[in-house]
């Protein structure tokens, strides 16, 4: 239990602060902080089993969020059928084409020895392949992209619950970490990172300019979802009983009617969107602690003691006959999975895919950070990280401007400092984490929650 | 004729072009280069400090246009250039004492000052935002062209027109002589010399009674020129906008692998490499080849290899191909 003592009195602290912001900002706005702590949660945890357990920098979290949302996008929407029927045919020749020239190069590598000869042969695979793909593709995505343009004009999906997006969400993230593992993790540490970073920027381009897939900037609204709508719950009757039973003391003290039936209206209204968060909440910690479990055990397990002796010392372990490449490879996929799992998470929380919203600084830096102060190598450390940095990113700028105004108080409101600096409230979230991080790097290397050793 | 029509229509729309972004990606790539052949890490605080050396510099633009200072046909910037340079050497000399020194003297691994360098990038971000704003700045003044594409065809008489701006030829101009100062000081003087065995051989540098500290300083010092140069140049040829110079720290770092990192004249050239193979490859040929083919031959589709939209994944696909064929860069750098 005693060991146990600081993650307990830090966790309390988080669920207190979401506390406080329920009462005095709101319900709605703490619920949300707390699904996207959750979230947040998830994806720090994918970082943590890469760069905690095996010492892998990743820095193409971003390329892996967006493709867990494009998930989400493809198993939910229903298909388009005049998009189908207008281009679909040629899609999935194209899809052929792709799936034909790996083939042939990997034939191509098998069979002749490295020479030139070879290197021409994969070239030449490559460049008619892809004038193939141009010739075949380029009007099948014109005749899609024209298909209602301002509604559709894309290929859809396949109409599925949207909760399978999550599942499927992490085995497109793995399929991605397959092809960048393969290219990538023979690199040293900060050429992994530069790498990977810019594989991302590759995959979102791709993401928003591939209109045919994802509709690209248009974004797709109104996906599906798992939870009922605030819509729905204000009609329905039993709804209504609840938020009768739960306020009913406030309710009896209004004597007249109309004015007692406005209230209750006020209050279902709120209460709707208290219970729609509720229930996501709901979801993803049930995300959280299967994930929790899962990476535990893992960690605590004979494998995850042979990944701890390959990041400490890479040579040994191979001299003791483990394969690092393979297992490099193996915990890179799993922690991309999750990744992408928490990016499918995202897109069905917010009810909506915009590819234009990607970018690094929010979806792999700061994810960055919140795995090291958290703690690295540990997921209590890493779930906390998620917690508190989201809740401080979130929170920085009204206690920015907190600061500021009371910094400030003695200066007339005309001060032309002040005006400007109270305009440039939102931008003090960047200062707090820049500085966060670098107080924790420099005085408390391994987090908040340091790494912990069980020895059996 | 047609043929001379063809070459101009590259010239216009491809060389000029590509050879003042390449000059701009050129001097980012050498900052990269140099904080990691010296310092020896990858600092992704790059494009931020590049940005807080032009923000400076548009605020003294500000002061001297104000006080009705210009230089005439060329843009005020230039002589803001020295002070702003003065104060990026101040930042960058603090942030080293307060941040980077530390891990320095501790000798920790790469990877860890990565991050602390991603903690400065925040910080610098937040420094930049505060003061100046995230919109989008303009602060050319003075004489926008050299050459009009109207002034040209009635020149020549040709179909198509040259239209060279004077900031193309002010960066390349100004990066040819930063970068062969540079040059000179690396491989001519004591003080370039010493930096050269210092990334080379640490150990045996130290030995031979080489100073790390003033190798360190002298390397921010350059990196400081090097950045605020970089950095106002683009700002002048495009505009500055801090989210657009956080983004240019990527094909920046693209251009410093390619060339082969730690090596400055691999990055020199990556610059140029990864901004004309952006440019080639998602220009639309088809007047080019109206212009070379005869007339029965005309394409009659755009001809272009990728959409614009993909400029920034070609050169992340250069670099993935790079590192996978050739991890050392085309122009051999430290050997990974």
């Known amino acids: 239990m005693r060991q146990y003592l600081n993650v307990i009195a830090a966790y309390s602290i988080m669920i207190l602060l979401i506390i406080i912001v329920g009462v005095f900002q709101s319900w709605t706005i703490a619920l949300s902080i707390l699904n996207f702590c959750l979230i947040s949660a998830v994806m720090t945890m994918g970082a943590n089993i890469q760069w905690g357990y095996a010492g892998l920098i990743n820095f193409g979290i971003m390329g892996y969020t967006a493709l867990g949302g494009l998930a989400a996008v493809l198993v939910s929407v229903s298909p388009v059928g005049e998009a189908w029927q207008a281009g679909g045919f040629s899609m999935i020749i194209c899809l052929g084409i792709i799936v034909g020239m790996v083939f042939s190069i990997r034939l191509v590598l098998k069979k002749i020895e490295k020479s030139k000869k070879r290197n021409y042969i994969i070239a030449l695979i490559i460049i008619f392949g892809l004038i193939l793909l141009r010739i075949i593709s380029g009007p099948a995505i014109e005749h899609i992209e024209a298909v209602e343009p301002a509604k559709t004009g894309f290929l859809g999906g396949l ?114 969107s208290v219970f729609v968060k509720l229930t996501f909440a709901g979801l993803f910690l049930i995300v959280v602690i299967i994930l929790l479990i899962i990476t535990q055990k893992a960690l605590y397990s004979p494998w995850g003691r042979m990944m701890r002796a390959i990041r400490d010392n890479e040579e040994a372990a191979n001299a003791m006959g483990k394969n690092v490449v393979k297992e490099h490879l193996l915990i890179f996929i799993l922690g991309s999975a999750v990744v992408g799992i ?69 200066l007339p409101e005309t001060n032309a400092i002040k005006i400007h600096l109270l305009e440039s409230v939102p931008y003090f979230r960047f200062l707090m984490m820049g500085i966060g991080l670098l107080l924790i790097m420099r005085y408390r290397p391994q987090g908040i929650l340091p790494e912990k050793i069980i020895k059996q | 004729m047609d043929f001379l029509n063809a070459i101009i229509l590259l010239l216009n729309y491809i060389f000029v072009p590509a050879l003042a972004y390449g000059s701009q990606l050129a001097l980012g790539a050498i900052f990269v280069t140099l904080i990691y052949g010296i310092l020896r890490f990858a600092n992704f605080a790059t494009g931020d400090m590049m940005s807080f050396g032009t923000m400076v510099a548009i605020l003294f633009t500000w002061y001297f246009q104000s006080k009705g200072i210009t230089l005439g046909f060329l843009p005020t910037a230039l002589i803001a250039v020295p002070f702003a340079i003065i104060f990026m050497i ?26 602390v360098s991603i903690g400065v990038m925040f910080v610098t971000q937040a420094v930049v935002r505060i003061i100046i704003g995230p919109f989008d700045r303009r602060f050319f003044d003075g004489e926008k062209f050299i050459l009009k594409a109207m002034e040209f065809k009635e020149m020549t008489g040709l179909n198509e027109g040259l239209t060279i701006k004077s900031t193309q030829v002010l960066t390349i ?45 002298i390397t921010w010092m350059i990196a400081g020129i090097l950045a605020t140069i970089g950095g106002v140049l683009y700002g002048l040829d495009k505009s500055f906008k801090p989210f657009t110079y956080f983004n240019n720290m990527l094909p920046i770092f693209a251009a410093a692998i390619v060339g082969g990192i730690g090596n400055p004249f691999g990055a020199f050239l990556g610059g140029y490499v990864i901004a004309i193979s952006e440019i080639l490859i998602t220009y ?53």
């Open chain 2, 90 to 115: 101040l930042y960058m000399l603090t942030i080293d004492k307060l941040v980077f020194s530390y891990y320095r003297i501790k000798k920790s691994p790469p990877v860890q000052l990565a991050m």
């Open chain 1, 159 to 272: 109409g599925l619950p949207i909760l399978f997006s999550w599942i499927v969400g992490g085995f497109f993230a793995a399929g991605l970490a397959y092809i960048v593992g393969k290219v990538a993790l023979g690199l040293r540490a900060d050429y992994l990172a530069i790498a990977t970073l810019l594989i991302s920027e590759i995959v979102i381009a791709i993401i928003k300019h591939e209109d045919w897939l994802s509709r690209g900037v248009k974004n797709v609204i109104g996906l599906k979802r798992p939870v009922p709508y605030e819509i729905d719950l204000q009609g329905s009757t039993w709804f209504i009983d609840i938020v009768k039973k739960f306020n009913s003391s406030e309710l009896n003290l209004i004597s007249s009617l109309t004015e007692r039936q406005d209230v209750l209206n006020q209050l279902v209204i709120d209460a709707s």
């Open chain 1, 342 to 410: 928490a990016g499918a998470m995202m897109v069905t929380h917010d009810g909506l895919f915009t590819p234009g919203s990607y970018r690094p600084m929010r979806y792999t830096f700061l994810i960055w950070v919140m795995v090291i102060v958290g703690g690295s190598g540990n997921n209590f450390g890493a779930i906390l990280g998620g917690f508190a940095v989201w809740f401080l990113w979130i929170e920085a700028a009204p206690i920015a401007e907190f600061v500021i105004s009371l910094s400030t108080s003695h």
């Open chain 2, 173 to 217: 101009i100004v990066t040819v002589i930063v970068v062969s100062l540079l040059f000179w000081f690396l491989n001519k003087t004591k003080t370039g010399k010493s930096m050269r065995a210092y990334s080379d051989n640490e150990d045996l540098a130290l030995l031979s009674g080489i100073d790390p500290k003033r190798v360190v300083m």
């Open chain 2, 284 to 336: 639309a040929y088809k007047k080019f080849f109206t212009y070379i083919l005869p007339e029965t031959l005309e394409p009659d589709s755009l001809l272009q290899l990728l959409s614009t939209d993909y400029k920034f994944a070609v050169s992340f696909s250069i670099l993935v191909i790079v590192l996978l064929f050739r991890p050392s860069g085309i122009f051999k750098g430290k050997v990974l």
